[in-house]
């Protein structure tokens, strides 16, 4: 029974550790500011050009949005990503661009 569990428990652990490393940086919980405005971008999102087109469009200095106190503003508003897939190699590059953090 000991012996058992000496052998079993080092597997059991590798299994859990393995599990854990399969964790996505991408599932994060978004907690919005309830005084603060976002946006939701859902469905499949898997062309960079696609999402960088609209992040050009969105986030363009010519896009003047009402601040919090009434006044007018650059456009600052968080933008959420939802998929049902992982993020294509190429979308990563453009998430992790300080143009769009």
Known sequence: MILGSLVMLPQEVNRLVALL???SPFRKTYIP??????????????SASVL?????????????V?????????????????????PSEEVRALLVNPLFQ
């Open 52 to 64: 960088l087109d609209f992040f050009t469009e969105f986030y363009h200095p010519d896009r003047i």
């Open 33 to 46: 500011d309830p005084n603060l405005p976002h946006v939701l971008l859902l469905g499949h999102v898997a």
């Open 21 to 23: 490393a399969m964790q």
């Open 66 to 86: 009402c601040g919090p106190n009434g006044a007018a503003s650059i456009n600052n508003i968080p933008c959420i990503i939802m998929a049902p897939v992982e």
